[in-house]
């Protein structure tokens, strides 16, 4: 038995990893983050407005984003969740506005019912913090859609979920819980070809969790599927630092940014698109550099 994981593992690791929404993962990928809410831990309230959030993607589309990402709920850490009706109201007219951008958009919600709404009017992804448990008609929609689906690890719920996280140890409990998680959506009828995973930076975690999942991201490549990293002006790196506020850690960000990419993260998740690009492209150029 020990012999046929550890070829299962090794199969995954050194299989091609499949364009995922269209988009070929021979090159990291950036997804450019659309809070259209009220409170998100960053930039909250800076484009509730529809016509604020839909000229913020276009800058981000222009910057070098290769997927938008529309969230109409906070899930920063302490987030009290909103109705579904609300979230609809925020997300759908961004997503409207932003469907000829000539990137695929990302619906960032944990309802199905969000989801349903998202992609009849033009999103392509769903991307759920709860890796699709939340809503239980979640994994019969995203099969039945066909939708690319990222599931992503969390421990507890938004409200509580940094009230003393606990681990064994947390690479290997975050990998065993997206296993089972990619398994129960196959299991669904969602092609293992749509399925992305997200380590969950910050979600239920403490520093040192973030940082034993950070060094050691190469892990989750043993899931065969691609990986998606959010550490976008995330609170540990202000905790490792002098404290900075959330839009004053973009040194940071980069640096977990590169080091994810280090380690063969196919997608990154971020705020600031335009810097994540040009950092990106020197990294590219001194890895390929003769």
């Known amino acids: 038995m020990a012999r046929a994981r550890i070829k299962t593992l090794i199969d995954r690791i050194s299989g091609s990893r499949l364009p995922f929404a269209g988009l070929a993962l021979d090159r990291p990928r950036i997804m450019g983050i659309v809070n259209v809410t009220p409170d998100s831990f960053s930039d909250g309230g800076q484009f509730v407005v529809p016509e604020a959030a839909i000229a913020h993607g276009r800058t981000l589309r222009a910057a070098g984003a290769d997927i938008l990402d529309i969230g109409g709920e906070s899930t920063r850490p302490g987030a009290v969740p909103v109705s579904a009706d609300d979230e609809l109201k925020r997300v759908i007219p961004v997503i409207a506005g932003l469907q000829d951008c000539g990137v695929p958009l990302s619906i960032d919600t944990r ?118 990293l959010g550490a976008s002006r995330k609170g540990f790196i202000g905790r490792l630092s002098p404290g900075e506020s959330a839009d004053r850690r973009l040194p940071g960000s980069l640096a977990a940014a590169l080091a994810g990419v280090a380690q063969g993260v196919q997608i990154l998740r971020v705020h600031d698109v335009a810097e994540t690009a040009q950092a990106l492209a020197v990294w590219q150029a001194i890895q390929s550099a003769s």
Do not use: W
């Open 111 to 228: 309802r199905a019912a969000v989801m349903a709404a998202a992609l009849d009017a033009g999103a392509a992804i769903v991307n759920d913090v709860s890796a699709l448990t939340h809503d239980p008609d979640s994994p019969a929609l995203a099969a039945r859609c066909r939708a690319p689906v990222v599931l992503m690890h969390m421990q507890g719920e938004p409200a509580t979920m940094q009230a003393d996280p606990r681990y064994d140890y947390a690479p290997l409990d975050v990998f065993d819980y997206l296993e089972v998680r990619i398994a129960a959506c196959v299991a669904a009828g969602i092609a293992p070809a749509n399925i992305a995973v997200d380590p969950g930076i910050g979600f239920g975690k403490s520093v040192k969790h973030n940082l034993e999942i950070l060094r050691r991201l190469s892990l989750f490549h043993g899931l065969g599927v691609p990986i998606l």
